[in-house]
């Protein structure tokens, strides 16, 4: 009897191919390879939702000193004063320092300041029937959000663009002037196309510190300023401007460029599914829910990548310490070893557990804001556009070994 033979399995995170088609390969891995081998590439990868899980708990056996992503990896730790790429103590105590910018009271507090910036941005768009809901929106609001939560004044971005506009202003009918002032481009060029918050906005970091160590207030940049860091032989001090710097440059690092992913994908998802996105219409209480499923269905940061310190045993093979390990959390959150009929998207879907947020130490310290910056959009996008439609042969991808998604997605709407 004839079979039809599939292709060889191969995974890796660079191939593009593989990337947009990730859900079918990661499902062929945690049935023929749950312990996956690339020769290539020189990592490991697990797949399965408990090897997953495991592997992020267990920071003794997969540290993430040597770096989080597989292409930065080396032998020698990371210098860098980043606690993602830290392990304990130094991870704990720099965490630790941090955590204070993330309770809920202060992630509450900016929820005003985020229905504002989402009306700025989308206001343009009443009754225009479409527009680009990633390059306008989605990769605008996160790194404006975390302007807002490190303690920049409100219309910083938007003063600092002006400043930036007036001294780069080029006459009209010449190329550099048409991003300067095109509409509907707020709040400008300190922002970039893909959510990078540029280096105009960093140079004003250490004046701000200064501001902050004078005059205190509740917010990230007075944290970082004025408290002093326990370091892991015992002593306290104050952090350096090096430091400060790189505490803010993870957090709009990690911050900007997954929550602009979610939003690509929340905008695709709910247009592929219009029967789903009439279930939030009518009932806006399953918008938090909704916003997990989105997660769980198409993790924005699917691949972790870790150091293994010393040998262990997974699924019969011995891994040698200093191998690379890649624990698959997109994988994870499709495995139906965990979530019945795993890829069926479903906005009343009870969900104990995903694994896009991470587990364990380097659980995402920005989940909380993330989930309410998700649910804000999500609740203006439908109050505004009721339906949208999104033809995904004009979708552009973002292809990056950290994130998965789009860096595009025009939608057309039906105001
Ligand atoms: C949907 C949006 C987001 C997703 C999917 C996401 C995903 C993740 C994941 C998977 C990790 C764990 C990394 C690891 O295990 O190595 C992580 C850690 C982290 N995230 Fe997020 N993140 C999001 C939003 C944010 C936001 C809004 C911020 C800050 C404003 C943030 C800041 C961080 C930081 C600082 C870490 C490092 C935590 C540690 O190492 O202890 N993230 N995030």
Not at 88 to 104: E, G, N, Q, Y
Not at 197 to 212: H, K, M, N, T, W
Not at 331 to 341: A, L
């Amino acid at each position: 009897m004839a079979t039809t033979e599939l292709p060889e399995l191969y995974y890796d995170p660079y191939d593009y191919g593989i990337d947009r088609n990730a859900p079918a390969v990661w499902a062929r891995l945690r049935d023929e390879a749950p312990l996956y081998r690339n020769d290539e590439h020189d990592f490991w990868a697990v797949s399965r939702y408990d090897d997953v899980l495991a592997g992020m708990l267990d920071v003794d056996t997969y540290r993430s000193g040597h770096g989080t992503v597989l292409e930065m990896m080396t032998e020698r730790e990371f210098p860098m004063p980043m606690f993602i790429f830290r392990d304990a103590p130094d991870h704990t105590l720099m965490r630790k320092l941090v955590s204070r910018a993330f309770t809920p009271r202060a992630i509450g507090g900016l929820e005003d300041r985020i229905a504002a910036i989402c009306d700025e941005l989308l206001d343009p768009f009443a009754g225009v029937d479409r527009f680009d809901y990633v390059d306008r929106f989605g990769a605008i609001l996160p790194p404006t959000v975390i302007l807002a939560l490190l303690g920049f004044p409100a219309g910083f971005a938007e003063d600092l663009r002006d400043s930036m506009d007036s001294n780069l202003h080029v006459d009209e009918g010449e190329t550099g002037g048409a991003l300067a002032t095109s509409p509907n481009r707020p709040p400008g060029s300190v922002i970039d196309e893909a959510g990078n918050i540029g280096s105009a906005v960093f140079d004003q970091v250490p004046a701000l510190c200064e501001l902050r160590r004078a005059e205190p207030t509740d917010d990230m940049l007075t944290i970082l300023a004025t408290h002093e860091l326990e370091r892991a032989d015992g002593s306290t001090s104050p952090l350096t401007t090096e430091e400060i710097l790189a505490y803010t440059a993870l957090i709009a690092g990690a911050g900007a460029e997954t929550v602009a992913r979610m939003l690509g994908w929340a905008a695709v998802l709910l247009a592929r599914h219009p029967e789903q996105r009439a279930l939030l219409q009518a009932d806006r209480s399953l918008i938090p829910g909704a916003i997990e499923e989105i997660l769980r269905y198409e993790a924005p940061s699917p691949v972790q990548a870790r150091w293994v310190e010393h040998d262990v045993d997974v699924h019969g093979t011995t891994i040698p310490a200093g191998s690379k390990m890649l624990l698959l959390n997109g994988s994870g959150n499709r495995d139906p070893r965990q979530f019945p009929d795993p890829d069926r998207f479903d906005v009343r879907r009870k969900i104990d557990r995903h694994l896009s947020f991470g587990y364990g130490a380097h659980f995402c310290i920005g989940a909380a804001l993330a989930r309410l910056e998700g649910r804000i959009a999500l609740e203006q996008t439908l109050d505004r556009f009721g339906d949208w439609h999104v033809d995904e042969s004009e979708v552009e991808w973002v292809h990056t070994s950290t994130v998965r998604g789009y860096h595009r997605v025009p939608i057309q709407v039906s105001n």
